[in-house]
C-alpha cells in the first residue's frame, strides 16, 4: 500500500468530497425562500464534513485527528437530518434523497467508522500516513 501523501489520499476524503457536491447540487434545487435556510445549512454540513477530515489528518497528534473525525461524522449526520428534512418537506424527491443519502452519506459514514476504528485501535503503535 503507498505511503499517503496528503489527506486527499484519503478515500473518506474523497468520498466526503463528492457527498458535498451531490449537497450542491440537490440544495441548487431547493425553493428560493430556502436559499438563505435549510440550503445553506445542508451547504455548510457538507461542506465541514470533508474540511474536518483534511484539519484533523493535518493535526499532530492521533488524540486530535480522532476529534476532527468525530466533528466530521456529526456534520454528516446534520447533513442526513437536513436532507430527510428536504424531502419531508416536499423539496427533493424520494428517488434524489435516496441516491444522496445511500449513494453518499452510508458509504462514507461506513468510512469514517472503519477509519476512526482503526486510528483507536492502533493508538500508540505508529501508523505510516497517520499523525501520532
Known sequence: MPALKSYQDLRVWRSAMDLACAVYQLSSHLPGEERFGLARQMRRAAVSVPSNIAEGYERPSRRKYLHFLALAQGS?????????????????????????????????????????????????????????
Open 76 to 132: 454528516l449526520a446534520e447533513v442526513e437530518t437536513q436532507v430527510r428534512l428536504a424531502a419531508r418537506l416536499g423539496f427533493c424527491s424520494a428517488r434524489e434523497t435516496a441516491e444522496l443519502l445511500e449513494t453518499h452519506a452510508d458509504l462514507l459514514g461506513r468510512q469514517l467508522r472503519k477509519l476512526r476504528s482503526a486510528l483507536s485501535a492502533s493508538a500508540g503503535r505508529g501508523s505510516p500516513g497517520v499523525p501520532e
